[in-house]
């Protein structure tokens, strides 16, 4: 069964400064997908990154980049230049058995805080 | 472009009262899905359906009921709400893809309280 671990329940960082949310993942499926949301105080939950299992690459979107160590099982969110907004809860995810989206798994969640 | 839509965003029951929660998503994607989110859990899922007339259970689905009669429609039921149905409830959905190239795109939430 698919399993998301988040060992930090608070990080903080100071505005400006880089900071890296770790997510290790648990699977046996050869193709899945692997997603960071973050939530903020007003509770709605908004996409931040998506990487595939078969992506060679790591995927970057604007500030947010994932640092995907395959062999590691490991897919830790990367924020550059902090803001003040950053402020949230930040969940990983991953897709399901048969792979898709229908069934996600999400970790426990990280609170970050960014100090000014 | 409304994407997920859920209603209500707040309510409060009494145990043993049932109740229905609306979803609906207007981007013709087959996949939908229904989550909840308690303190310190992050969310799990309850039920879910790959398509109109197909539905399976997640994690936590005892207490919900759900049906899938058209692709855009997702109603989750509470058969007889108990104080453990405290929650929030996200729904989500996406297109049939695997593994997916894209976002599951989630409703703005609905807050149950059951007393």
């Known amino acids: 069964a698919q399993k998301i671990t988040q060992t930090q329940p608070g990080m903080f960082v100071q505005e400006k400064e880089a900071v890296t949310l770790d997510c290790t993942y648990d699977?046996?499926?050869?193709?899945?997908?692997l997603f960071w949301y973050k939530q903020p105080s007003s509770g709605e939950m908004i996409f931040l990154i998506y990487q595939g299992s078969y992506d060679e690459q790591n995927a970057t979107e604007g500030r947010y980049s994932l640092n995907f160590q395959k062999a590691r099982k490991s897919a830790n969110l990367v924020i550059s230049a902090s803001q003040l907004g950053d402020s949230a809860m930040y969940f990983c995810a991953m897709t399901g058995t048969r792979g898709g989206s229908e069934k996600l798994v999400f970790g426990k969640g990280t609170k970050l805080t960014v100090n000014p | 472009n409304a994407g997920v839509t859920q209603t209500p965003k707040f309510q409060v029951l009494k145990t043993g009262q049932s109740m229905t929660l609306q979803c609906a998503q207007d981007m013709n994607h087959e996949y939908m899905s229904w989550y909840r989110q308690d303190p310190g859990m992050g969310l799990r899922l309850i039920h879910y359906?790959?398509?109109?007339?197909?539905?399976d259970q997640g994690e936590v689905p005892n207490g919900y009921n759900v049906s899938r009669s058209t692709t855009e429609d997702f109603p989750l039921r509470l058969l007889s709400a108990a104080p453990s149905q405290t929650s929030v409830y996200f729904c989500?959905?996406?297109?049939?893809?695997?593994?997916?190239?894209?976002?599951?795109?989630f409703g703005e939430g609905s807050r149950l309280t059951v007393l």
């Open positions: 359906s790959v398509g109109a007339g197909i539905t």
């Open positions: 989500a959905s996406s297109y049939r893809e695997i593994p997916p190239t894209g976002e599951l795109f």
């Open positions: 699977t046996s499926d050869q193709s899945y997908g």
